[in-house]
């Protein structure tokens, strides 16, 4: 499996970005797929996943209500809808494949993208 995340970015405050993960090796119904975040110096935070079947999405707490993860089955690519953006969300963001039908913990994840930068000034 091999992912490729884009579209981060530097914005301000309260703008948008909408963060992709295209998929290849698999397709989106054999894979759990989710989107982590890692601050400078800090470890890497779940954001967002969802499951194989596209029928259950899961949040972070932090970001529930901003956040709004999709797939588009036909392109393979999982997307992230980040909105109403805060300092607070700067970090390099993941996007990771697991074989867990849901799970928050990046060691359950067994590949991983990239990483693509999003800075949030205030």
């Known amino acids: 499996v091999q992912l490729q995340a884009s579209g981060g970015g530097m914005v301000r405050a309260g703008d948008s970005l909408r963060l992709s993960c295209a998929v290849s090796g698999r397709t989106l119904r054999d894979r759990l797929i989710g989107w982590f975040r890692q601050p400078p110096g800090k470890e890497r935070d779940f954001v967002a996943a969802?499951?194989?079947?596209?029928?259950?999405?899961y949040y972070a707490d932090s970001v529930k209500d901003r956040f709004t993860i999709s797939r588009d089955a036909a392109k393979n690519t999982v997307y992230l809808q980040m909105n109403s953006l805060k300092p607070e969300d700067t970090a390099v963001y993941y996007c990771?494949?697991?074989?867990?039908?849901?799970?928050?913990?990046?060691?359950?994840?067994?590949?991983w993208g990239q990483g693509t930068q999003v800075t949030v000034s205030s």
């Open positions: 990771g494949s697991s074989r867990y039908y849901s799970s928050a913990v990046a060691a359950h994840y067994d590949h």
């Open positions: 969802v499951s194989g079947s596209g029928t259950s999405m």
